[in-house]
């Protein structure tokens, strides 16, 4: 079929109600998802649309084939307007959140490091118009450094900026992750705002827990169809047979460092921004064998403790800190301390610039590095083999780790965090841009890990409703 897309508000074969309408499409590219061949879909100026789809089901693929990202090798598209596509509909998602604050760098070194943030441009560079800073509450933030920003408030700059080019939709993929309560509630009012300015909306989740209020329609992925939807008329399905998981730990590592008592102790420890205190008198010890929630809004200072926890933040060394049984810069190096935690988070997927494959992220959690510089040994090639049959993932060892989902990012990157069966785990929102049944996975995992003797879980997230039952312990800021 040939290659077919039209634009212009002047083709009367148009609806005054259309949008846009895709059909059949199939794009120039080597991934070609069998649910695109039959699709036919017909947005409606006023409707806002939830896609909704497992990770790596193609919501992302079909939102950039929509945008014009894309050249057909067959089907087409019609839009209602005169500006080309590209111009007209703009997609923002978390990487574009956080790639606004500068990540080039290592992003805990850099956002926690008084002389690298020198160079990290304020806020008032990039917003000097008066209307945007009023609507997004903006006036407040102008003297931020874009660094030390909350994930809500990078989202609210990101809106205010793709506002600039006055588009006629915007997409936004995941746009909660990383959001507290309140963060969440706020977002859902500039999508209201952004609605009744006319602008077309659409969202991309993999949950039906993330579908933001305001929608009206459903587009739902399945493996070889789409199914359209009213909002009202969709039933969400449910994770049938639910897998039942146990994880071989003899195929990991033996660990030589279950030996420490006290795994952090903070003595009175103050967090001070451009005098201003963010966090003062913080007492918290871990011991050997306790699991973790820490709890606390954006800006609350969660990052900072975990900056301190993994090495990453240079402030830790004038702190009373203990780091498993040793008082912080009395001669570890910071891969003394490192070697024995797993870590992962929302905006880790970032480091990775370079186009290295997914089995080389995973391994490299064996040296602690972002690239792999070094020879991996039999064991560490059969444990990675493992860990890709253990999340259900086998399909994308060879696969570039900066061409699959965010979805499927997060998964390689939670059993990266694994991969040394570490003394301490650190998992900071580990569900959020994760389908039901990924979640289920992970939890899984998450609590064979905890079953293990003398392990060590900080578990932070937003999401009460998230916390392994297996944690007993909670620290709220």
């Known amino acids: 079929m040939d290659n077919y897309q039209s634009y212009g508000r002047n083709n009367h074969s148009i609806s005054k109600k259309h949008f846009l309408t895709l059909r059949k ?8 998802l069998p649910f695109l061949r039959s699709l036919f879909w017909k947005i409606n100026k006023g409707e806002t649309w939830s896609i909704i789809g497992k990770n790596g089901s193609g919501k992302t693929l079909l939102a950039k084939i929509a945008a014009g990202k894309y050249s057909l090798a067959g089907g087409e598209i019609t839009y209602c307007f ?9 997609i923002i998602s978390v990487q574009s959140v956080y790639s606004l604050a500068d990540f080039c760098k290592s992003y805990y ?5 008084h002389t690298e943030t020198d160079h990290s441009p ?8 008066e209307q945007i800073k009023q609507i997004f509450d903006i006036e407040k933030l102008m003297s931020n450094k874009l660094i030390h920003l909350s994930s809500g408030e990078l989202w609210k700059l990101l809106i205010a900026g793709v506002l600039l080019e006055h588009p006629s939709m915007i997409i936004f993929d995941n746009p909660f992750v990383g959001l507290d309560i309140n963060g969440r509630r706020q977002l859902n009012e500039i999508f209201y705002l952004l609605y009744k300015k006319g602008i077309q909306l659409i969202f991309l989740t993999p949950s039906c827990n993330d579908i933001p209020s305001l929608t009206s329609h459903i587009l739902e992925i399945n493996k070889s169809s789409a199914s359209t939807f009213k909002t009202s008329k969709w039933k969400p399905q449910k994770i049938k047979n639910k897998e039942i998981l146990s994880v071989d730990w003899h195929l990991f590592p033996p660990s030589i460092f279950n030996n420490s008592k006290v795994i952090v102790k903070m003595e009175n420890i103050d967090i001070v921004y451009k005098k201003k205190t963010i966090l003062q008198n913080i007492n918290w010890e871990i011991k050997r064998n ?3 929630a820490l709890l606390g809004v954006n800006g609350s200072g969660k990052s900072t403790l975990i900056s301190y926890i993994c090495a990453d933040n240079p402030a830790s060394y004038n702190k009373k800190l203990i780091l498993f049984d040793r008082k912080r810069g009395t001669g570890e190096s910071i891969w003394d301390i490192k070697k024995r935690i797993g870590f992962t988070s929302p905006e880790m997927h970032l480091y990775y610039r370079n186009s290295i494959t997914c089995r080389q992220v995973i391994e490299s959690g064996f040296f602690d590095s972002v690239g792999l510089w070094h020879r991996r040994t039999e064991q560490q090639t059969i444990l990675t083999d493992y860990l890709f049959d253990l999340f259900r993932i086998d399909f994308l060892k060879n696969c570039s780790f900066l061409r699959i989902s965010s979805g499927e990012q997060r998964l390689i990157l939670f059993a990266r965090a694994l991969v040394k069966n570490p003394e301490l785990l650190i998992l900071d929102e580990p569900f959020h841009g994760l389908d039901d049944e990924n979640k289920h996975r992970c939890l899984q995992i998450i609590e064979a890990y905890n079953k293990q003797p003398n392990k060590s879980l900080i578990f932070i997230t ?13 620290f709220h800021l």
């Open 25 to 32: 499409v199939v794009p120039c590219i080597h991934n070609k």
């Open 82 to 90: 005169s500006e080309k596509p590209e111009k007209a509909i703009k």
């Open 109 to 113: 070194q850099q956002r926690f490091n």
């Open 122 to 129: 304020l806020v008032t560079d990039l917003f000097c118009f």
């Open 290 to 292: 306790e699991k973790w």
């Open 462 to 474: 937003h999401q009460p409703e998230e916390i392994p039952p297996s944690i007993n312990l909670f």
